[in-house]
């Protein structure tokens, strides 16, 4: 079953602003990765964590991973037009070979 | 280094035609994934394949769905007899050792 769920589905914020999103899942992992899709678009790999790791940053983007709360969180920082889309976290889960997606937060950067 | 290419991006069939989705992945990755999205929906995953093996279908529909990756050449999702239902991107994601996926550009599938 799938297993990632974000929050909040949708978002609007100001440019400039920082937006976070959360991810929690069910079971145990062995990593979980964030996307973001453009509108109509493919996935664009933003930042893949691990289950041994706490936090990554990749520019203006910063990935928490609490394996206890089986939950996770995306933000961004100072954010612009350009980031509007819908991001998507995904989990590899113990034993599995495949990505559960959730079902995404549409995040709106308003200029 | 070329990333994972689709294609063809975009596809329209009628229903009970076949549908043949084509997925080369980036070169040096031997792992192929291929899921299927609805409208306003996350990824669901449909089947993992190796280099000419299948390891994992149990995403795939039984029947009229199918898929391969040969020896040499593109992977291969194959949909026989399309139904409306069918319609969806179809995304295809590649991995050197089955960790971090790379997707690519998808191909949407329109049966009218």
């Known amino acids: 079953s799938q297993q990632g769920e974000e929050d909040p589905q949708a978002l609007s914020i100001q440019e400039g602003e920082n937006a976070t999103m959360n991810c929690s899942y069910k079971?145990?992992?062995?990593?979980l990765q964030w996307y973001r899709q453009n509108s109509g678009r493919g996935l664009v790999h933003l930042i893949l964590?691990?289950?041994?790791?706490r936090e990554k940053h990749s520019g203006r983007l910063r990935v928490t991973l609490d394996t206890s709360k089986k939950s996770s969180s995306l933000l961004i920082t100072a954010s612009r037009a350009a980031d509007t889309a819908s991001y998507f976290c995904?989990?590899?889960?113990?034993?599995?070979?495949?990505?559960?997606f959730g079902t995404g937060t549409r995040l709106t950067v308003i200029p | 280094n070329a990333g994972v290419m689709q294609n063809p991006r975009h596809l329209v069939r009628r229903r009970g035609q076949e549908a043949r989705l084509r997925c080369s992945p980036m070169?040096?990755?031997?792992?192929v994934y291929w899921y299927r999205q609805l409208p306003e929906e996350g990824l669901k995953f449909m089947v993992y394949?190796?280099?000419?093996?299948?390891?994992?279908e149990s995403g795939m529909p039984k029947e009229r769905f199918s898929a391969e990756f040969p020896k040499e050449g593109p992977s291969i999702l194959r949909i026989q007899q399309v139904v409306r239902g069918d319609s969806a991107a179809y995304f295809c994601?590649?991995?050197?050792?089955?960790?971090?996926?790379?997707f690519g550009p998808g191909t949407r599938l329109t049966v009218t």
């Open positions: 995904a989990t590899l889960q113990t034993g599995a070979n495949n990505l559960f």
């Open positions: 079971t145990s992992i062995n990593n």
């Open positions: 964590i691990r289950s041994n790791e």
């Open positions: 394949l190796q280099k000419e093996n299948i390891i994992d």
């Open positions: 070169k040096g990755h031997s792992h």
């Open positions: 994601a590649s991995s050197p050792f089955g960790d971090e996926q790379y």
